[in-house]
């Protein structure tokens, strides 16, 4: 979520197309097609310019060490010298003196938006807390995903606006996170379901066969491209590769009851079993299909290592900036 910060000031045109190189290394950190994201950031970037109704883009998650991209986010915002005191207290991870100061900072408040402003001071305090999805198990994943997400809702969302989430289908069903027990893990889609009924609306995307990409073993491990699983008869996968159709979008609710699995691929999962036993209707709205998959062609070979590599870095280039200033 506080990497999206200098992705949203991009799409809306705040910061120069020079930064583009940035955002393109800081993609690189996630297990996607880096190459294709930057794509369509560029794309909604020239949306944007086109129209009033400006889209914005919010992360749900939060990266170890947030204070790297709140380092980016106050100078490209104020500039080097009137970004200084915020740079001085994010390297102590002083998150309660920044919203302090921040508060008090006619500048900063002059040059954002009320809702930007109140969403940065929101972030700021969810630091304070310092879970990440690298702490551990992080056993609260999916809620403190519910209150990122709850936020930007309640923050930026007018009448007939819509919010779209692009996530993992075990985060965006409407019961529970797929690989955990049912009674500890709500998903982030449970959660939404819960507060707004039917003004949520949850799609899954499924393959039915092909290439994939995945971790040779661990996450530590390198990706790998593996073939898909041959559908399980009970699954929508099997039923939909008998429609003579490259790709096509059905209602949940019209599928047949004999259908009682999907395919779901989280990372880790190499040789385990791909399809899970549920109500497809009760989790999701509609399903879309595609009948073939190709591998990520513009992933990095190791991950998890080019992620802690870049942080490392980024680290000391930001303690090199505020020697300098």
């Not at 900063?108 to 972030?123: G, K, R, T």
């Not at 996530?167 to 709500?186: E, G, L, M, T, Y």
Request: some cysteine; aromatic content about 16%; hydrophobic content about 35%.
């Amino acid at each position: 979520s506080d990497m999206c910060l200098k992705w949203d000031l991009y799409v809306n045109g705040i910061i120069s197309e020079k930064i583009a190189s940035d955002i393109e290394e800081e993609l690189r950190c996630f297990f996607d097609d880096s190459a294709s994201f930057l794509d369509f950031l560029k794309w909604l970037k020239c949306y944007n310019s086109t129209t009033r109704s400006k889209v914005h883009i919010f992360g749900f998650n939060t990266l170890a060490q947030p204070q790297l991209f709140f380092f980016d986010y106050f100078r490209l915002l104020l500039g080097d010298i009137n970004s200084l005191p915020y740079l001085r207290l994010l390297k102590k991870e002083n998150y309660r003196g920044i919203i302090d100061h921040a508060l008090t900072d006619a500048r900063l408040q002059s040059i954002m938006e009320p809702e930007d402003f109140n969403y940065l001071l929101f972030l700021l305090n969810e630091s304070i807390e310092g879970r990440t999805i690298f702490n551990g198990e992080n056993e609260n994943r999916e809620f403190d995903m519910w209150k990122r997400a709850d936020k930007i809702i309640q923050q930026y969302l007018k009448k007939d606006n819509k919010v779209v989430i692009y996530a993992h289908s075990s985060h965006i069903n409407k019961k529970n996170d797929f690989f955990f027990d049912v009674q500890k893990k709500p998903s982030l889609g449970n959660y939404i379901h819960k507060k707004y009924g039917n003004g949520y609306f949850s799609i899954c995307f499924q393959v039915g066969r092909g290439k994939y990409t995945q971790d040779d073993s661990g996450v530590f491990s390198k990706t790998v491209i593996d073939t898909l699983q041959a559908p399980m008869i009970t699954s929508f996968e099997f039923s939909a590769l008998v429609a003579d159709n490259s790709y096509f979008y059905y209602p949940a609710q019209k599928l047949s009851d004999d259908i009682s699995s999907v395919r779901a691929i989280g990372r880790e999962r190499k040789n385990t079993n791909q399809f899970f036993f549920c109500s497809i209707k009760k989790r999701f709205n509609g399903v879309v299909f595609i009948r073939n998959s190709n591998q990520l062609n513009r992933i990095e070979k190791y991950p998890f290592f080019y992620t802690n590599g870049f942080m490392q870095n980024k680290k000391v280039q930001q303690q090199k900036i505020l020697k300098e200033l």
